[in-house]
């Protein structure tokens, strides 16, 4: 997943409220729970329609160029993101269908991209094995360290669902070090992740 394609769907996702979202399949409208497929070719994140959607329940219906991203997450424990080197407090994780894994660092401005030494993302999938079925490009493994109060959480979740976190700071950050909205928001959105996917 590159930082374009990330761009690109955020830009989307800024635009909703100004206009009528339509499938990248059959350009009908969608509501506002629509699901997303991943393009391949195009490597971005399209909006799909419930018939779209049924089409691409098949994994091999999108002939390798779509697939599907899943509605479903799950809380994930006894990690710690300093086995990864992680330098920020909130990251997300994306497997390339090569088998490299990208660690994104949400801004601001979008994301920051770093690749994780293969090494070290094969010895925190032995002791994970929910990370070694991670599936390429779909899903994600998003890492919250929580506020000095407390919070930190880990889940395995939709890589819509990062997508939506990066254009929720884009919205609600302000000055250099982003206001009390922004940080208000965060823990709201992983609050909705737990009433969404489930809480362990």
């Known amino acids: 997943m590159t930082t374009s394609a990330l761009q690109r769907a955020i830009r989307r996702a800024g635009q909703r ?5 339509r499938c990248g399949m059959c350009a009908g409208p969608v509501g506002p729970e629509h699901r997303h497929v ?3 070719q195009d490597g971005e994140l399209v909006c799909a329609c419930m018939p779209c959607s049924l089409l691409f329940e098949r994994e091999t219906a ?15 424990t006894g990690l710690s993101a300093d ?4 330098p920020v ?6 497997k390339q269908r090569d088998g490299r894994v990208l660690a994104h660092y949400p801004s ?13 993302w094969r010895a925190v999938e032995a002791r994970t094995p929910a990370l070694a079925e991670l599936k390429p490009r779909v899903e994600a493994f998003l890492v919250w360290t929580g506020t000095p109060a407390g919070g930190g959480q880990q889940w395995l979740v939709p890589v819509d669902d990062c997508f939506r976190l990066i ?4 919205q609600n950050w302000t000055g250099m070090s982003g206001g009390s909205a922004v940080w208000r928001a965060i823990p709201q ?3 909705d992740l737990g009433r969404r996917h489930g809480r362990p």
């Open 189 to 191: 959105f992983f609050d």
């Open 62 to 76: 999108g002939g390798g160029r779509y697939q599907l991203v899943s509605t479903q997450g799950r809380r994930l």
């Open 167 to 170: 254009a929720l700071i884009r």
């Open 83 to 86: 086995e990864l080197g992680v």
């Open 38 to 40: 991943w393009d391949e």
């Open 108 to 120: 601001p401005l979008g994301t920051t991209e770093s690749e994780i030494d293969a090494g070290t």
């Open 17 to 21: 409220a100004a206009s009528v979202e």
């Open 89 to 94: 407090g909130l990251v997300f994780f994306v």
